[in-house]
Structures are given as structure tokens and as C-alpha cells.
């Protein structure tokens, strides 16, 4: 899941790093690009307690959907990619069966998108779990 990010740095202080859809999720860094590598680290840890709780994992939204908040005014805005297949405490291998065409294209989404089957498919079910609720 691609998080929207916004950075911002007050007078004298490290770049901060906000998370408009993970609540109480921060990070810092000494630079953008350090701020940014330790806001996935962040993100990380953050879902994975949530995960450890039980708690339902949020979805990701667009950045537009929080362009508008005086909270962000004047953030520089990125996006982090967080795998949550790879954030659960123990894999377990499933067997499922679904249409062959359809198998092929999430391969060739995932392919297409620097993911892996397993990876995309988590993704997807836990978003889906997240909207339904």
C-alpha cells in the first residue's frame, strides 16, 4: 500500500514526517531523503503494532483527499510504499484456486508494479476488509 506522506521542517529542527492515514504514526530525519527512508521504518513498526492488536489496518488514501487540511499547509508531500504481506508475525502457505486468466493478471500487475503475487494479493484483501467494515 502506497501511504501519502507530508514533510515539513520548522526554523532550526529535523524534517518531521506526518502520516494524514496512520494516526500517531510520525518520523524524522535529518534530510528529505532520510526523513523519507525513516517514515517507511515507521510506518512499519506502527502497522505491525496495529497488527499485534488486532486492530484493522487502514487504507491508504490519495494525497488530494488531504491536500486541503491547514494541519498539511505548506508540507512537501511523497508517497511510501509499505508491504503489509511482509508485516504479519508468521507466513502461512495457502492453497487457493481461482480462474487462470485472472491468476495471470494479478502476476502481471504485480510484475508491473514491483510486488510480488502473494504481496498483492494481501494488499488487496486487506483494503477490501478495510473498506467493508
Known sequence: MKYPI???KDQNS???VTFPDLPGCF????????????SQEAAECHIEGMLLDSEPIPVASSIENHQDNPDYKDGLWA??????SKLS?????????????LLNTVDHYARNHGETRSGLLA?????YMAEHQ
Open 6 to 8: 507530508v514533510i515539513h
Open 79 to 84: 508517497l511510501v510504499n509499505i508491504d503489509v
Open 27 to 38: 518520523s524524522v530525519g535529518s534530510s528529505i531523503e532520510e526523513a523519507i527512508a525513516m
Open 14 to 16: 529535523d524534517y518531521g
Open 123 to 127: 494488499q488487496a484483501i486487506t483494503e
Open 89 to 101: 508475525l508468521k507466513a502461512k502457505r495457502i492453497n487457493i484456486t481461482m480462474p487462470e486468466r
